[in-house]
């Protein structure tokens, strides 16, 4: 079976949510979430591969993704490449609850606040999660204490300075795709604006700072995808490069001494 076909089965593997009381960001949203990645095959497989290219840099023994998700790019990740299902932190229980019908370990709790076990995991990564949370500090501080010495503390996201981040907080400010800037120039299926509009935008060297000069994290390396225009990304999935200065989603790979 091929990866877009079964990304397609994944999706769409009987999932159906009703949103529940709780009010955190992607709640009543899970659905919309994994139907973009759906909609857009070949950014998804783009963004998959440069999480695949991070996490072979690092241990995939004992590995926690912080902001999992549904678990739609662990789900694939195991099912494509066996590598395990990966334990999952998410504060959306919309979308704990996919992520746990998926067969992840799901804590549901914020990344600020939730009380992890010291020095368990060989890896810690935020897989698209850093840019819908305010205190980047406060989160990396809470989080690395989970993380081993000789561990790798990962961050893939959009970058702000990026023209993914740069298109995006343009669609917010203007609270839509509708505007006369945006013709033309956008992505077939943009991202859903409810979910743009919730984001806080963070550059790849404010994140690089506070690993190096507020967390004392060494040996920082760079990978970066989605280096086309947003308008041509979804045409065909690309290879991760090195660098970070051109991609639309960046990850940094850091060491914890």
Request: proline share 4%.
């Amino acid at each position: 079976m091929s990866l877009l076909i079964s990304l397609q089965a994944i999706i769409l593997g009987g999932f159906i949510m009703v949103k529940t009381h709780a009010i955190e960001i992607f709640d009543g949203y899970a659905t919309e979430y994994d139907q973009w990645f759906l909609a857009n095959k070949q950014v998804f497989l783009s963004e998959l591969k440069l999480l695949k290219s991070a996490l072979d840099l690092s241990s995939t023994k004992h590995v926690l993704s912080i902001g999992c998700g549904s678990g739609l790019f662990e789900d694939t990740l195991h099912r494509q490449y066996g590598l395990p299902l990966f334990d999952g932190v998410e504060p959306s229980t919309d979308m704990a609850q996919i992520a746990k019908k998926r067969g992840l370990n799901v804590r549901i709790g914020k990344a600020e606040s939730i009380n992890l076990p010291a020095r368990q995991y060989d890896t810690i990564y935020f897989n698209g999660s850093s840019s819908y949370i305010k205190d980047l500090l406060a989160a990396y501080q809470n989080c690395i204490k989970a993380l081993k010495s000789g561990g790798h503390f990962i961050l893939i996201d959009v970058p702000k300075e990026s023209a993914y981040g740069l298109m995006y907080m343009l669609a917010k400010i203007q609270g839509n795709y509708q505007s006369e800037e945006l013709a033309n120039v956008l992505p077939k299926w943009p991202y859903p604006i409810e979910l743009v509009d919730s984001a806080y935008w963070h550059t790849t060297l404010e994140k690089k700072h506070l690993l190096e000069n507020e967390l004392q994290l060494r040996h920082l390396r760079f990978k970066q995808t989605l280096v086309a225009n947003p308008l041509y990304t979804n045409d065909s999935a690309e290879e991760p490069e090195d660098g970070f200065s051109k991609g639309g989603y960046v990850a940094i790979i850091a060491e914890k001494p």
